[in-house]
């Protein structure tokens, strides 16, 4: 699900960036700091909004070190996956334990169980792919998923997600 | 005698089970029993022996040397007597049990003396019978009164008087004396009389005394403690009715007590004399047990007791099956015996064969039944038909249901009675894989749930649970409750509900009823079994068994919900030892590996060659840290551990690099399969597609965040935060003679005249001690001529070269310089500054500079300080300094890039669209081909941090191969602003001296 959060975060300048352009310098590193970044608590930082409108504080030099510190203040674009979402996701691998696939920037994977079970797993095709009467999902299929499960990893997120339901799988 | 035997007879159908106090009271009323009996009963049972023909078995543990019992060996210990030897072992567990019911046969005796017939019986026929019969008149005097009778009527009354008085003396007498002699006669049932009401009686009333045979543990050897007691057994017998019968009372041995028989004994030298001859006993380490250990001593194991109902799962103990896990079918009624289905080990005659061609005697099957057990799979019919018609059969009744070798085969099932003792029952812990053999399909939907859970539960009733779990009762009246578990008290697990209809109320539950709850998605870790520290995500709950999604293997497990826990880490066992999950280790000399999989006690890892396998944590000599390496893809662009490339060729692995390692790298990628993800490529055949952190590689050209920094623009490159370099000069080095003063060191403040000198140190010989010392030049300062300051090195040497009108380069540049920096410099600067007109001539150089640099360069506040008149004399009116500017430079120059970068120079008007066109023509920015080098030179130039390392190898790799491309003086000519930049204002323009500098250079 998406939302608009208020997030800060702080940075902290080498005194050698000190200067006009330091404005436009600690953007520029917030932007790369935290767009496509994931948290646990968030989930993923899809876009921070208000390019020009971001707030910097004043700053504060670190006693000791000649750093200075800048709260940055900044609204952004969240996406966190949460447990009986549906989402729409391309396939991107397909093996016989269930397949793979990704929702932006969410790795989700399927496994057979919860795969309809009139859908068989044929790696004599190419590409390998499960096989209903009226519905394939190969590599790069559309479908839609409900995901069962998330986990949170350093830096990334995972789930588990199933097709097992109605109105689920290959769009 | 035959009383005896029908006793013995009749102990097996006897019931075990007596109570404690009996067997703990056993010693001394026995003692006081034997006592009594001991002659006439031992002549009883040798006599027995002599007529059965044999060595009677001595089967019994705990044997009594006075031989007072027997016991009930059935016919096939009999036989095995004589291979005593060969069969002890199996013969243990036999004694075990008989062990048992042998230790309760004495207090059995005692019970029937007073109620069976049988022993009453016994008691008329033999002495007791007789003795009551003359103590009958003895009593009452009834027959010496009869003999009276005569007299009394024949005399008078006094006579009458006389025999009252007798009597009434007699009966006084009498009463004491019967008392006294019933007491003795009938002590014993007298003893046995008051059994009943001493039950209530403490039992440490019933412990020995110190006035009862003392217990001597004597050392042995383990494991032949009950072929000693047996020895001990035949001697006894066999001396009985010698001149030294042995004193002892009685020898038994213990199971719990290992290496140790003991004797019953009133003397130590008893025991000695008993064990003379014995081998394996160590009869010098002798213990005698404190009295009140006999108890404990002779205490009966109950084994805690598990019922055991058809479904509930058991183990063999011994023989073809052991260890195998077997169904109860059936119990037998008497509960010794469980029929059992098992899984059968056939081999359908294959040994049989080959030890038939090997000439071995089929009959000693024993070594072979050990080399090899045939592996355990269902019954086939035909195959057994073809090895074995004969004892092949097929019952009519049911299909599948054959005899084969006189065993009973259901359903591919071997069904076979199997004594209980021979059983494990508690414990038991079926794996999946073991149970899953008994469904009768592949597929797991055919366990036997409900005895699986109940065998689980047996085995592990109360540990399971802890306070927080998730639980679900499964039977009884609150199926479907479920809730957490708030405490538990041994099997009863307090939970706090959470349906609907109990809500936050406190209910308690027996264990075996409970289940852990999981919901599908949870991420839980296994705690036991095989796949324990496993940890993963559910996909799918059916019952008892629960499938997971493994976090790092990706593959689906199925195990008991029992030994899952809900877990927020991840991953578990990814360690083992000082190894872990993906690190590169060595293997040999010339393999190394990844761990791709660590297992309980072992990894397993992909190594260079392609291979995965399996080794031992000592298989690995070392870990290979190799952070930092680096090496380039198939576009030359760097790649580093972390980046995320792409194979070209080959199978198109994708991943993030974990190792790299001479020319291969690992990657891994969660979403593979195979080798959990790990895959070993060739760097030579990836392509770079992400750099970890946002790197700038050369094929992905992000915004370099350095540039930013305008300090590192300045700067140019980090020299120009060293000290100056001196220049060296030629001839005499002017510091010798000088009086100097050492501003510096521990000579700090004292004076002396430099005596001699090299390009750094300089000696000098103090003013104050007679010493000469070698001290840094530069840590020293000069007095100048007039005497009234000191000047730095520096100082002292650069002003008087200008003073001396010694034209020499800015010492900081010439320095600087590399020479493939001064060749790409001077063709391009000095047509530049030679130039008539500056503006006309810089104009459009300027403007491809400015498009092909970055924003930050654009800070064009520079380059009207640079056209500005009053600095440019300065520079044009190097007509005469050029040759001194490059005498040494020049050649190799000039040679490198040939007239290409001369001719602008002399005639500038015409090389200004030439160059526009070329660099427009071209657009180096925006070529690819051309992009990347300028791109590499041009970055290199001015970062510092490129400069240090990679950019002399790219200019000298990439530039002589363009030199002579049109294309280059837009190259160069963009970066000569840049190093003009950094070295002009720094050096020239800010330099106060400059003007001096200008009258100076004519």
Excluded at chain 1, 57 to 72: L, W
Excluded at chain 2, 142 to 155: A, K, L, S
Excluded at chain 2, 225 to 245: C, D, F, G, M
Excluded at chain 2, 829 to 838: E, I, K, M, V
């Amino acid at each position: 699900m998406f939302f608009l959060k208020d997030l800060s975060l702080s940075i902290t300048l080498h005194p050698s960036y000190f200067g006009p352009s330091m404005h436009s310098y600690l953007r520029s590193k917030l932007l790369q700091d935290v767009e496509g970044t994931c948290s646990g608590e968030y989930g993923y930082i899809i876009y921070v909004m208000d390019g020009m409108r971001i707030d910097v504080d004043k700053g504060r030099v670190i006693p000791g070190s000649g750093g200075a510190e800048f709260e940055v203040k900044y609204r952004a674009i969240v996406w966190k996956p949460f447990k009986g979402e549906v989402v729409d996701a391309v396939v991107t691998s397909v093996n016989n334990i269930g397949f793979f696939a990704d929702v932006g920037p969410l790795g989700v994977f399927v496994s057979t169980k919860l795969i309809p079970s009139d859908m068989r797993f044929d790696p004599n095709l190419n590409p390998p792919a499960y096989v209903s009467e009226d519905q394939t999902i190969e590599k790069g299929s559309h479908v839609r998923l409900k995901i069962v499960g998330t986990r949170v990893d350093v830096g990334e997120m995972f789930a588990i997600g199933s097709i097992k339901e109605d109105y689920l799988g290959v769009l | 005698m035959s009383a005896l035997e029908n006793m013995f007879d009749s102990d097996p159908e006897e019931d075990g089970v007596r109570d404690e106090a009996r067997e703990e009271e056993q010693p001394r009323q026995q003692k006081e029993h034997r006592r009594e009996d001991d002659e006439d009963e031992n002549k009883d049972i040798l006599e027995k022996t002599e007529v059965s023909g044999k060595q009677r078995p001595p089967g019994d543990a705990v044997e009594r040397a006075g031989g007072e019992e027997d016991d009930e060996e059935d016919a096939n210990d009999l036989d095995e007597d004589d291979e005593e030897d060969e069969e002890d072992e199996e013969d243990e567990e036999d004694e075990e049990d008989e062990d048992g019911t042998t230790r309760r046969k004495r207090p059995r005796r005692e019970r029937r003396n007073q109620f069976l017939d049988v022993e009453a019986e016994v008691d008329e026929d033999e002495e007791e019978l007789e003795e009551d019969e003359d103590e009958l008149g003895r009593e009452d005097g009834f027959i010496q009164d009869e003999g009276h009778e005569g007299d009394f009527e024949r005399v008078d009354d006094r006579l009458h008087r006389e025999v009252d008085r007798q009597r009434a003396a007699i009966a006084e007498a009498d009463a004491e004396r019967l008392a006294s002699e019933y007491r003795e006669k009938y002590g014993r049932s007298a003893a046995s009389k008051y059994r009943g009401e001493m039950n209530v009686v403490p039992q440490r009333l019933l412990v020995p005394s110190v006035n009862d045979p003392n217990i001597w543990g004597v050392r042995c050897k383990p494991g032949k403690e009950k072929a000693i007691v047996r020895t001990i057994w035949r001697k006894k017998a066999s001396l009985q009715y010698s001149n030294h019968p042995l004193e002892i009372l009685s020898a038994f041995q213990r199971d719990n007590f290992n290496g140790y028989v003991y004797l019953e004994a009133r003397k130590m030298a008893d025991v000695e004399y008993a064990l003379t001859g014995i081998v394996n006993v160590y009869a010098r380490q002798m213990i005698l047990v404190p009295i009140p250990e006999y108890t404990d001593l002779l205490r009966v194991n109950k084994g805690s007791d598990v019922e055991l109902v058809p479904g509930s799962y058991v183990r063999i103990k011994r023989g073809k099956y052991q260890g195998d896990l077997a169904v109860v079918e059936d119990l037998s009624e008497n509960g010794l015996e469980a029929q059992l289905k098992v899984v059968p080990r056939l081999d359908y005659g294959r040994t049989q064969e080959i030890l038939g061609q090997a000439g071995i005697d089929v009959k000693r099957k024993r070594a072979a039944k050990l080399s090899s057990r045939p592996a355990a799979r269902l019954f086939a019919p035909m195959e057994a038909r073809m090895s074995d018609p004969k004892n092949w059969q097929q019952r009519q009744a049911k299909d599948n249901h054959y005899i084969f070798q006189g065993e009973e085969y259901i359903n591919g099932y071997l069904i076979k009675d199997f004594r209980i003792s021979h059983l494990i029952t508690e414990n038991v812990e079926p794996t999946l894989e073991e149970v899953t053999k008994f469904s009768s399909t592949a597929d797991d939907e055919g366990i036997d749930l409900q005895s699986l859970a109940l065998s689980l539960k047996q085995a592990s009733s109360s540990g399971t649970f802890q306070p927080g779990d998730h639980v679900e009762v499964h039977e009884g009246e609150q199926t479907g409750v479920y809730g957490r578990v708030v405490s538990i008290d041994r099997d009863i697990v307090s939970i706090r509900a959470e349906t609907d209809g109990l809500n936050g109320q406190l209910v308690e539950i027996p264990s075996k009823s409970l289940r852990k709850k999981f919901n599908q998605g949870d991420h839980v870790r296994v705690i036991g079994g095989k796949y324990k520290d496993e940890t993963g995500m559910v996909v799918r709950i059916k019952d008892d068994v629960v499938s997971i999604i493994g976090d790092l293997s990706m593959a689906e497990i199925t195990v008991f919900s029992k030994d899952l826990k809900e877990a927020s880490d991840i991953g578990g066992r990814n360690s083992l030892g000082k190894y872990q999950i993906h690190d590169l280790v060595q293997l040999s000399a010339n393999n190394v590996a990844c761990i791709i999989k660590v297992e309980r006690d072992a990894f397993r890892v992909l190594d260079i060659n392609g291979n995965a396998q399996t080794i031992l944590p000592s298989a690995i000599t070392m870990k290979v840290d190799n952070k930092f390496s680096f090496a380039t893809d198939r576009n030359g662009s760097e790649i580093r551990v972390g980046d995320t490339v792409k194979e070209t060729d080959g199978e198109g692995h994708q991943g993030v690099i974990l190792h790299i390692y001479r020319t291969n790298a690992f990657l891994h990628d969660r979403s593979q399969n195979e080798n959990a993800g790990v895959s070993l490529v060739r760097t030579r055949n990836v392509t770079a597609i992400a750099a970890k952190g946002g790197r700038i590689t050369g094929a992905n050209n992000g915004p370099d965040l350095t540039k930013m920094n305008p300090k590192m623009q300045i700067g140019g490159n980090q020299q120009g935060m060293l000290p100056p370099t001196i220049p060296r000069q030629g001839g005499r080095d002017r510091t010798i003679g000088q009086t100097v003063k050492v501003r510096q060191g521990p000579y700090k403040g004292l004076l002396g005249i430099v005596k001699d000198a090299t390009d750094a140190v300089a000696r000098i010989e103090l003013h104050s001690k007679s010493k000469i010392i070698s001290i840094e030049k530069t840590k020293l300062g000069f007095v100048d001529s007039r005497g009234d300051k000191t000047v730095s090195y520096e100082e002292f040497v650069t002003p008087k070269k200008f003073l001396n009108g010694n034209v020499a380069p800015i010492p900081q540049y010439q320095g600087a310089q590399t020479p493939s920096w001064q060749g790409g410099k001077t063709p391009a600067r000095t047509p530049a500054w030679a130039s008539a007109d500056l503006p006309g001539g810089r104009t459009p150089a300027w403007a491809a500079a400015d498009g092909g640099r970055t924003p930050a360069w654009s800070a064009s506040s520079r380059t009207p300080a640079w056209s500005s008149g009053a600095k440019t004399p300065a520079y044009g009116s190097s007509g005469n300094r050029t040759p001194a500017w490059n005498p040494g430079s020049r050649t190799p120059g000039r040679s490198a890039w040939d007239a290409g970068g001369r001719t602008p120079r002399d005639d500038s008007g015409m090389r200004t669209p030439a160059w526009h066109d070329e660099s427009s023509a071209h657009t180096p920015w925006e070529d690819p081909s051309y992009g990347r080098t300028p791109g590499a030179a041009y970055n290199a130039a001015p970062t510092p941090g490129a400069i240090s390392a990679p950019t002399p190898g790219v200019i000298s790799a990439s530039t002589p191969g363009r030199w002579d491309d049109v294309a280059i003086p837009a190259v160069y000519d963009a970066k000569t602003p840049g190093i003009m930049a950094a070295a002009t204002p720094a050096a020239w323009g800010d330099e106060p001296e400059t003007p001096r500098y200008a009258p100076a250079s004519p």
